[in-house]
């Protein structure tokens, strides 16, 4: 659930007349309470600092990624360990060198570290797009030939290793 | 003319290109940052792309992911605002390679006019004035006491490779001279560390005042008024208005007609400024600004003129439509550019803006991008909106831009708002008797 | 001129007046209802007075209170706005007991004015067109017959005590016109119990189009154009501009001097509308309106005038500084009133505004009260924000406020944006041929 | 989850009515709470709402009532079982009946319901104001002949009986 889903959620609640809001899946909880929630109830304090089990994968410019929970193309529940490859420039999206070479990667297999996983070309130039780290391809979120702009998501990975 | 214009820019000019636009039904193309990813430029062309991370540097001045966006959108044509690529050739360039239309100047008028030497040469030749001065360095003694009485005194020693007030020194009389060329040059040395002076006519009580041009690939050349922007602070615009207070009628009406012909001497197309230093009697020309500026909305309040409309319109190898006698001056118009900033101390202060009420009524346009909760991002520039207002005269102008700076509501940063509501009631102002110097040297000294 | 000020009034025509009489130098006193406590003319008078509760009847329009509450304030003007209090003789009865000057005309001409008939018989003296008809209820079959004779065909017959069109009927010939009278009888009688009936020349394809007029205390009287107000629905304007784009300037030129003629014979100071209906021939006078409207930015934006500002200097005595040769006019001006309102069914849409963006930019003039966070009332009306653009021509107008009501982001309520874009695309709009029964039966038929 | 999320979160939850938010997915679990989620069953809370021990008293518009636990002219803490008299109408405040007559009430006495308060004066009408039920008068809000808009605190009262 990213932040403007949160918030969003927020302000609807916060107008409504419900004092009490607690949504589940199965990847999110989220409660919410108005003050009214604890009249006649006993709530123990508990301040919550930041949880520390985050962690935050962000290598170099040339092959950037970021976790993140839920890829914005995806509509459907993610793997929250699932990692975005991301566009690192406003390019053209190629999955193979020519038109009639075979694709360098395709979903299911495994990459390593420095594998090619596709061409982005900008002004003319073939730039060959890397695998920061060992990792499975799970979907490939663009199309071949696709225009992409910077940080656009383009592989879904599963971190492996 | 065109189908699809990217907007080569962020913030109010991105929106100003784009309102533009739509009432020409030209579809648009706006870029942006990760940081900018919930600005209103974004949210109000018909698509967007994003060409890089939060740094300036690596997004709005990537000339290559910029390119590629052109090249994506299918736009045709590219509007580059003020600041970032906008006075930049090699982007004029690349847009010729791309085979869109830049919505500006050619590269090469663009790199010529840039080049104040020769812009200046060029001027000369057709009489108009430009700042006198020394040719380059002063080697000697003789030609140090030669040029001074040839430009009359007072007059300015410079560092030719210094900047910032070290090694500068104003001689007002040919006994100081030798002395003071002595002290600049050991200044210099010490500060640049080279001693190379040369020299220029020092302007007392300067008034910054500026011609707006236009001008179309046909020759014809039109001026929409002057804007006077002597309200400074080291050197930035905070305050213009059009037209000028203290002209006469003679004064500028010569004015407006030495802007033309200059534009036409050095072969200018699009809109473009003239700047001019005024010393109460005389012009000098400093430099023509290749692309449309921050202020330029006084002078479309003022003639009801509009700008970017006849910016598209020219690139697009359209005649120019206005004809110098339709344009008439309509209204007096004062624009205060509001910043996201500590109206004391003049530092950014960005952040997240929590309450809003933007100033409204007659007789006032607002430029901005801002909403209640947009977060001002310390990554650009601190101007958050423009506020211009119209009078039937400067002192209906002057209590209107009161009224508005009174009722504007921005909280979460600081603004110069108190800025501005202190110094248009100080006296300098409300009589205009002020000069370039007025908030550097007196105001902010004497608050 | 006046010290302080009282508004009676709330919302965007209460900023209006705050915001003229600020550029004025004069202090400003707010009234308001426990429910506007958070409004922006409560924060931005300089002082504020809470008459009541929510219900206008008990707040606004409770005579005591804002009575006591002008005493209260010490102020020495009241300017009532429209609606609530703008209208009412015994108001401005009071005002004058207080002895404070009600910014509007006195309470004899007012009650004077708002008399239909009077005004008719006096205008009619002056060959002043009214629209034509009966003396009153018709008796007889011979009467009918003849008054029906006099005015020409088509006609319309009304029921004298009745309204929402039962009991109307439109009559093109003398066939039909016995018939059709006691078939109207027989309606009216059903529906109101009497059976009265009256004749009235029927205009097929009316606009409505009023002048702006101004009256000093010195009998000196000038007109600021026309508003074609044409576009209505249930006889309520939703659109307004200046100038009227059907008129020949030889009937334009017309139409000012009956409005001038008008004013004077009325006797009529400070402010007033005076309405007509235009047939694509004639002007027929329907009725003159003794206050400031809604609709005024139109004629203060397309010729540059405040009318405000001259509604105060009038009140306190000034003589007009305007002449009529000066008022010249400089734009095609168009107004939309976005409610808060279903598009689609027109019920009114209260709710907390939390998010918002207003349109801004050349040729843009806002007036409104909103701002994110505010809560849009049940207990008023639905108006939250006027907005107002000009073009050097109506197609540049219209085209602009098009990328207005695109830009206009207002969340929370529903309004009546997505009306006025469609609107602003019909045929009928674009070609300017609609009349006042267009919304009502042709365009929310078709949709 | 980023210190920058999070930080939106606490602006956003922070500025909110609720007292208590509570978000929990694969990775994160980030809890906030305001004070006023540890307040037990015995709320008193300075900015509860009405307290329901307390009748809002609205007969005529003559001597209209409200109760109201903060008043706004006060700084301090005040105790929520006292009640604010509001003027009904905007007029001009009067202690006493003459300038020579001792005030109708001081601070200190106890009144009856129908006890004359104060008087109101609005378009020279002189509008004696009721108590609308027994109480005793803890504060007088407003001077002597001062000016009153309508709803402005008059009198600060305890209820008695």
Not at chain 2, 65 to 79: F, K, L, P, R
Request: charged residues 25%.
């Amino acid at each position: 659930m990213d932040v403007k889903t949160i918030k969003e959620i927020i302000e609807v609640v916060e107008n409504s007349e419900f004092v009490e809001f607690d949504y589940k899946d199965d990847d999110v909880h989220l409660i919410l309470k108005k003050k009214e929630a604890f009249v006649g109830d006993n709530i123990v304090a508990q301040s919550a600092p930041m949880p520390t089990d985050i962690q935050i994968v962000a290598q170099n410019a040339a092959a950037q990624e970021q976790a993140s929970a839920k890829p914005e193309s995806a509509d459907e529940p993610v793997d929250a360990s699932l990692i975005e490859i991301k566009s690192p420039m406003v390019a053209t999206f190629y999955r193979a060198p020519s038109p009639t070479s075979p694709p360098y990667v395709e979903v299911g297999d495994e990459v390593k570290k420095g594998d090619v996983l596709c061409i982005l070309e900008a002004m003319k130039i073939m730039n060959e797009l890397e695998a920061d780290f060992p990792c499975r391809i799970e979907k490939i979120l663009v199309e071949n030939a696709q225009k992409v702009e910077y940080d656009q998501p383009l592989f879904l990975v599963k971190k492996l290793g | 003319m065109f189908r699809k214009i990217l907007i080569a820019n962020r913030s109010e000019i991105a929106l100003r290109v784009i309102r533009a636009a739509k009432e020409l039904g030209i579809s648009t193309v706006a870029i942006y940052s990760t940081e900018d990813k919930n600005s209103m430029h974004v949210e109000l062309a018909d698509e967007a792309i994003c060409v890089g991370p939060a740094l300036a540097a690596e997004s709005y001045l990537n000339l290559s992911n910029v390119a590629q966006a052109i090249a994506n959108s299918g736009c045709d044509a590219v509007h580059p605002g003020y600041g970032f690529l906008s006075e930049n050739p090699t982007f004029v360039n690349i847009c010729k390679d791309l085979g869109v239309t830049f919505i500006g100047p050619d590269d090469k008028t663009m790199s010529n006019l840039a080049d104040k030497a020769k812009v200046k040469s060029i001027l000369n030749k057709f009489d108009i004035p430009t700042v006198p001065g020394s040719d380059g360095s002063i080697e000697d003694i003789d030609t140090l006491k030669k040029t001074a009485a040839d430009i009359g005194y007072p007059v300015l020693l410079k560092a030719s490779w210094g900047g910032g007030g070290k090694g500068m020194r104003i001689v007002r009389n040919e006994e100081d001279l030798v002395r003071e060329f002595n002290a600049a040059k050991m200044e210099a040395k010490v500060s640049f560390g080279k001693d190379d002076i040369y020299l220029e006519k020092f302007i007392e009580h300067p008034r910054h005042i500026e011609v707006q041009v236009l001008g179309d690939l046909y020759g014809n050349v039109v001026h929409i008024g002057e804007r006077d922007c002597t309200l400074q602070r080291r050197h930035q615009k905070l305050l213009e208005e059009s037209p000028s207070g203290v002209l006469s009628e003679e004064k500028r009406r010569k004015l407006h007609e030495t802007a033309v012909l200059a534009t036409k001497a050095l072969g200018y197309q699009n809109a473009g400024t003239l700047e001019f230093l005024f010393d109460g009697e005389n012009f000098y020309f400093i430099e023509i600004n290749t692309r449309i500026q921050v202020e330029h909305p006084v002078s479309e309040m003022a003639y009801g003129v509009d700008l970017i409309k006849e910016q598209i319109a020219i690139a697009s190898k359209e005649q120019l439509s206005l004809k110098q006698e339709d344009i008439k001056l309509k209204f007096h118009t004062m624009e205060c550019r509001i910043n996201a900033e500590d109206p004391d101390r003049f530092y950014p202060s960005p952040g997240m803006i929590n309450k809003l009420f933007i100033p409204g009524g007659p007789g006032v346009r607002v430029d901005s991008a801002v909403y209640c909760g947009m977060n001002v991002s310390p990554s650009y520039d601190s101007l958050i909106a423009k506020l211009i207002v119209k009078g039937s005269d400067r002192e209906e102008a002057r209590l209107r831009m009161l009224r508005c700076l009174n009722e504007f509501v921005i909280e979460g940063v600081k603004t110069s708002i108190p800025f501005f509501q202190r110094i248009l009631t100080t006296k300098d102002f409300v009589s205009n008797t002020y000069d370039t110097n007025f908030i550097d040297k007196k105001f902010l000294n004497k608050s």
